[in-house]
T-cell receptor, first 116, second 114 residues
Framework: GDSVTQTEGQVTVSESKSLIINCTYS????????LFWYVRYPGEGLQLLLK?????QKGSSRGFEATYNKETTSFHLQKASVQESDSAVYYC?????????????FGKGTQLIIQP | EAAVTQSPRNKVTVTGGNVTLSCRQT?????MYWYRQDTGHGLRLIHY???????QIGDVPDGYKATRTTQEDFFLLLELASPSQTSLYFC?????????????FGSGTRLTVL
């Protein structure tokens, strides 16, 4: 079946430094799935951060960006300069673009800790 | 802004207990979902529904029932709770269930089964 791998359970970054959270995927059901990043701030539910539905394209939101790389099957999340308010758990997810929302597959999540 | 409200926020029960988790959405969305989140796992889909009276089985349904009483309300039922069901539960909604749609999540219910 489809799978999403986030290798780091936790990432610690100093404020104003750059960030990369790794995400790779395996989509056995379809070659080019839709890809998403969701974020969960403390005490809140998950909310969509960004999505990309076309291979090779880049999505961006709130200073974060991720590029859909079909060659390396990756969708890494990056930010040039993090702030304390970015502390949250980040989830990478995929969904086949021929399937419904019931086929959404999530990674385990990466907790981002910002050091002042 | 889409709104999904879960209750209770926290729940403690004993093995064999009966638990109902509630979810209400005021988005006029057709689809609603129940997920569980455990350490070391991504969110896993338990049940979902595309309208009042409808129920679809997700990926980890064993030990759970669900009921969609209205377009707004979706309940998750644990009739004989077990410690393996200790988890963080999320409810979500989406408008049409399309593959590129955004899911809107509640804040979660943390369930502990002793």
């Amino acid at each position: 079946g489809d799978s999403v791998t986030q290798t780091e359970g936790q990432v610690t970054v100093s404020e104003s430094k750059s960030l990369i959270i790794n995400c790779t995927y395996s989509a056995t059901s379809i070659a080019y799935p839709n890809l998403f990043w969701y974020v969960r701030y403390p005490g809140e539910g998950l909310q969509l951060l960004l999505k990309v539905i076309t291979a090779g394209q880049k999505g961006s939101s709130r200073g974060f960006e991720a590029t859909y790389n079909k060659e390396t099957t990756s969708f890494h999340l990056q930010k040039a300069s993090v702030q304390e308010s970015d502390s949250a758990v980040y989830y990478c997810a995929l969904r086949p673009n021929t399937g419904g929302a019931d086929r959404l597959t999530f990674g385990k999540g990466t907790q981002l800790i910002i050091q002042p | 802004e889409a709104a999904v409200t879960q209750s209770p926020r926290n729940k403690v029960t004993v093995t064999g207990g009966n638990v109902t988790l509630s979810c209400r959405q005021t988005n006029s969305h057709n689809y609603m979902y129940w997920y569980r989140q455990d350490t070391g796992h991504g969110l896993r889909l338990i049940h979902y529904s595309y309208g009042a009276g409808n129920l679809q089985i997700g990926d980890v349904p064993d030990g759970y029932k669900a009921t969609r009483t209205t377009q707004e309300d979706f309940f998750l039922l644990l009739e004989l709770a077990s410690p393996s069901q200790t988890s963080l539960y999320f409810c979500a909604s989406s408008e049409l269930g399309g593959s590129a749609e955004t899911l809107y999540f509640g804040s979660g219910t943390r369930l502990t089964v002793l």
